[in-house]
């Protein structure tokens, strides 16, 4: 009995929630607007003594206008938050519900392309359209951003994509007090000055790649590390192929230019009519890229080091390895001398590798060497995780070769692994998606994480259960937990 009361009371408690999310005073007991962000842009964002988290997965496929992601009535891939202890506890009841959550922002933000940003007292995210066009096809593969105060009201559409977003291909960041949206829609690259409200504003409409600043963690007190950077972090990079207006550089190759965040004119960076550049990441005060000779098709990892000032590439660049891997992962910047030149590397020989330029000289360390198939998901600072064999593996790149992984205990659950957002990590934490089997035998995916810091890790379940979708509990005189 007193397990079916807990579920109704779970119930009664996430429908209560849903309504003062929505309402017009909004939650109670906000976070301060100075408090630290930690993880941010990821599926659960840590400020104050909160974690707000996407509360499970929902495609954005087949989805129905008017049923589907409607405001106020959305809780599975809502964001929802719930208090953490200093001792990084989050509280369960003898069932393993969630002792207390509440819905903070109740429409769709837990899909294929999750990820929210949270910037003094607002939370911005991404959310499928629910806007038909002119024959009455559903544009859901499209997404809404949007901005809602961290109490839950006012909530504003800031723009629409014309494309099916991914989790790169938008960011946020502040400058000098001022956040800004940056948006890569099909080939346009849009910047919104979302602290002034302001309409969005087109920096280029044919760029062929580009990569945005991305900070994980936010202190607003922190005005050395928010403040522009020598001018640099008011630019835009991106590549563009070359038209007829660009005939002083030849007919080879690409253009690697920037604008400012504001818009205005644009600046040639690079334009040498025998190389062509595809931007892979910005981090450490350099872009970094793969820059292709159009004869030889040799390819090289670059870094060039940002500048206020217009230079020529030639004087900011410099090689990181003169091979090209599937997939290249650049790392945090750790040393005064070589800034930025780490990255990591998996082969197709499922190696996992360190590389580093040292004054001219490229050095390759080998950190594992793994039996089978080799996914890479992810490097959070020194951290790479991967999936193998369906389970989640961790390794420290810089602890030098031959290395054994460790596992992210997930006690045997079944994860969902076939889209690219099903994992974040916020330092300590790692969150993915399992699957819950309902009573009427549905299967529906919500969050849980590990703690990689306990002494005994174990997977605990973040969420709160949509109506329908909590499991069938354990038979009376059975010592197994309702919620796992």
Avoid at 111 to 122: A, V, W
Wanted: hydrophobic share 30%; glycine share 6%; proline share 2%.
């Amino acid at each position: 009995m007193k397990k079916i009361l807990t579920v109704i009371a779970a119930i009664f408690l996430s429908t209560t929630m849903l309504l003062v999310g929505c309402g017009p005073k909004g939650l109670k007991d906000n976070p301060k607007t100075a408090d630290p962000v930690y993880s941010n842009g990821g599926m659960a964002v840590l400020k104050g003594d909160y974690v707000y988290f996407v509360n499970g997965f929902k495609s954005y496929n087949d989805l129905t206008k008017d049923v589907d992601n409607v405001w106020g009535k959305q809780v599975l891939s809502a964001i929802y938050r719930t208090k953490v202890s200093d001792l990084n506890k989050i509280s369960h009841d003898d069932d393993g519900f969630l002792s207390k959550a509440e819905v903070v922002v109740p429409q769709m933000v837990g899909t294929e392309n999750s990820n929210f940003y949270i910037f003094g007292d607002y939370i911005y995210y991404a959310t499928p359209n629910m806007q038909k066009d002119k024959n009455g096809n559903l544009l859901n593969a499209r997404s809404n951003l949007c901005r809602v105060k961290i109490n839950g009201t006012d909530n504003k559409v800031l723009y629409t994509t014309e494309a099916t977003l991914t989790q790169a291909n938008w960011s946020m960041y502040e400058l000098d007090g001022t956040v800004y949206m940056l948006v890569y829609d099909n080939s346009k690259i849009i910047s919104i000055n979302a602290s002034a409200n302001k309409a969005p504003v087109i920096l280029n409409k044919k760029a062929t790649s580009t990569a945005f600043i991305s900070n994980d963690n936010y202190i607003k007190s922190n005005t050395e590390a928010n403040k522009t950077i020598n001018g640099v972090n008011n630019y835009i990079y991106y590549t563009r192929d070359i038209t007829e207006d660009d005939a002083d550089y030849g007919k080879a190759g690409n253009i690697l230019a920037r604008i400012n965040i504001n818009g205005g004119a644009e600046e040639i960076v690079c334009a040498d009519g025998e190389n062509s550049y595809a931007i892979n990441t910005a981090k450490n005060g350099c872009i970094y890229y793969t820059k292709t000779n159009v004869a030889t098709t040799v390819a090289k990892f670059c870094k060039y080091v940002l500048s206020e000032q217009k230079n020529k590439v030639e004087n900011n660049e410099s090689e990181i390895s003169y091979v090209t891997y599937s997939k290249t992962f650049v790392l945090n910047s750790n040393n005064e001398n070589y800034i930025g030149t780490d990255v990591v590397t998996i082969d197709e020989d499922n190696n996992i590798m360190l590389v580093k330029n040292v004054n001219g000289v490229v050095e390759t360390t080998y950190i594992y060497k793994a039996s089978s198939k080799i996914t890479p998901i992810n490097v959070y600072g020194d951290k790479l995780f991967y999936l193998e064999d369906s389970k989640i593996y961790y390794i420290n790149v810089r602890n030098g070769a031959d290395q054994t992984p460790l596992k992210v205990e997930t006690n045997d659950k079944t994860l969902k692994t076939d889209i690219t957002t099903f994992f974040d990590y916020d330092g300590r934490n790692a969150y993915y998606y399992v699957s819950y089997e309902a009573e009427d035998g549905s299967t529906n995916y919500y969050l849980n994480r590990t703690d990689l810091n306990a002494n005994t890790s174990e997977s605990e379940f973040v969420g709160v259960f949509d109506k329908d979708h909590t499991p069938k509990k354990p038979d009376e005189d059975s010592d197994e937990k309702w919620i796992k």
